[in-house]
């Protein structure tokens, strides 16, 4: 169409043809043919190119089309075509130095792409029933077993004081080795879940119609979403905690110490919410677990757009060293899997280098993870021989819990209203849908009637 439309339009300005009829039935289809296009990228993905000419070319139809109506005599009367297109010129010279408007536009399509992949892994992340609900927390207590070795590995690598760039990239690796271990082995980081799952209740709600039926299904989502979050979250923090003290007991046994008593003091401070910036270095790490979604879903997106997997397996190299059926083999694992690959590299990578950018440049600058100071609080906790006063135990559980109810409030918060705008959702409504979440989040323990239905035993 795009074809005969300019063949058309050819005609016309030369004056072989007179009638305008064809040319507005030609600019229909070929609105008709980006709509195909935006309807594909769904399955086959996007980028910033292709969204820039998709955008270019609407807004090139949309202006010859406004040109044409004004030589038509039968279009309304020409000084109201005038002066609407007197205002759209005046409008487009305005931003035409600008950047703002094409970043938006543009990123806004890629955005979008993102946040429906991002919303297709967060599936995986709410449970429907027991079973499914079972399953994420002994998929989170496991995570939370491995998150134990990670932080008492991390607590060895600063206590090396090795050079501060050195540091920095092991304790990096340390992080994003970890979460790509417990990726990998299908376990679950609770904090990471609320970055997946906001983009789902984004895309779910931009299917309601009425305010109604929109409530209806965030009064429901956000009952699952509790749920799941709340299993995910003891599978990491009992998990987290119990196999600290068990790793240092057996350093106890061998006769050697896990953490030093002067170290414990230093624990204990970090997730001290009342005396410590512990709270806002929560805020910190929430801010990077929204970031790990976005790069996963981008991932996943150029995965599908770039036709990595079929790429790959054309490659000479590795089907000589490996042998082609089990080169094929890899490919097909990991090519649903770059999405979280790249995701949990890019997290471990942030916990690693932000505290240490923070203590380079002198800035406040660090990151509280809830399963990590879980662990780190069985670890002090011991250090101590378990002799620490009832208040700290409670000032310490309770900064356990705030700095998770920051990572995933923070994390959450940000995807919701990307995902929400990414579906051009006016930036009020944005507002207004994210409060609106949060809250129905908030009052979801008090509301199990949706798990009591999903579960016909009632056990």
């Not at 770039?306 to 089907?319: H, V």
Request: charged residues 15%; contains cysteine.
């Amino acid at each position: 169409p795009f074809l005969a439309l300019h063949d058309e339009v050819s005609a016309w300005l030369r004056g072989a043809s007179d009638a305008t009829r064809q040319i507005d039935v030609l600019i229909e289809q070929c609105n008709a043919a980006l709509d195909r296009v935006r309807r594909r990228t769904r399955e086959f993905g996007t980028s910033v190119e292709l969204t820039l000419q998709e955008m270019r070319l609407a807004q090139q139809m949309r202006r010859m089309r406004d040109l044409i109506a004004l030589t038509d005599p039968a279009a309304e009367p020409r000084h109201a075509l005038l002066v609407q297109l007197f205002v759209e010129l005046i409008e487009a010279s305005h931003e035409r130095y600008g950047i703002g408007n094409p970043v938006s536009e543009t990123t806004g399509g890629l955005a979008r792409q993102i946040t429906e992949f991002a919303s297709r892994t967060g599936e995986h992340y709410v449970a429907e029933n027991w079973p499914a609900l079972k399953k994420m927390f002994w998929a989170a207590s496991g995570g939370g077993v491995i998150i134990a070795g990670l932080a008492l590995l991390k607590i060895r690598l600063v206590a090396e004081h090795l050079a501060p760039l050195q540091e920095a990239m092991l304790v990096s690796l340390n992080y994003a080795l970890g979460f790509l271990l417990i990726y990998l082995m299908h376990l679950t980081v609770a904090s990471k879940q609320p970055a997946m799952t906001a983009s789902l209740f984004a895309h779910t709600l931009s299917e309601a119609r009425g305010q109604k039926a929109q409530q209806k299904l965030l009064d429901t989502f956000a009952e699952k979403v509790w749920r799941s979050q709340a299993s995910t979250l003891l599978g990491n923090m009992l998990f987290a905690f119990s196999t600290a003290a068990l790793i240092a007991l057996a350093f106890d046994v061998s006769g050697h110490t896990a953490v030093s008593a002067d170290k414990a003091l230093n624990l204990l401070a970090e997730i001290d919410p009342f005396r410590s910036a512990a709270l806002f270095y929560a805020a910190v790490a929430g801010v990077g677990l929204f970031l790990a979604g976005i790069v996963s879903g981008y991932y996943d997106n150029q995965c599908v757009y770039r036709a990595i997997p079929e790429r790959l397996q054309r490659l000479a190299l590795p089907r000589r060293l490996l042998g082609a059926r089990l080169w094929k083999t890899a490919v097909a694992y990991l090519a649903p899997r770059w999405g979280g690959i790249a995701g949990n590299l890019f997290f471990g990578f942030y916990l690693g280098l932000t505290s240490a950018f923070g203590h380079l440049a002198g800035l406040p600058l660090d990151i509280r993870h809830i399963a990590f100071s879980a662990a780190n609080f069985g670890y002090a906790w011991h250090a101590f021989d378990w002799q620490l006063g009832g208040g700290v135990v409670l000032v310490s559980i309770a900064g356990v819990v705030l700095i998770g109810l920051v990572n995933l409030t923070v994390s959450f918060s940000l995807a919701f209203y990307l995902a929400l705008r990414a579906t051009r959702t006016p930036r009020r409504e944005s507002g207004l849908m994210l409060l609106r979440g949060l809250f129905a989040i908030l009052k979801a323990p008090f509301h199990w009637q949706g798990m009591r239905n999903a579960n016909p035993t009632g056990t």
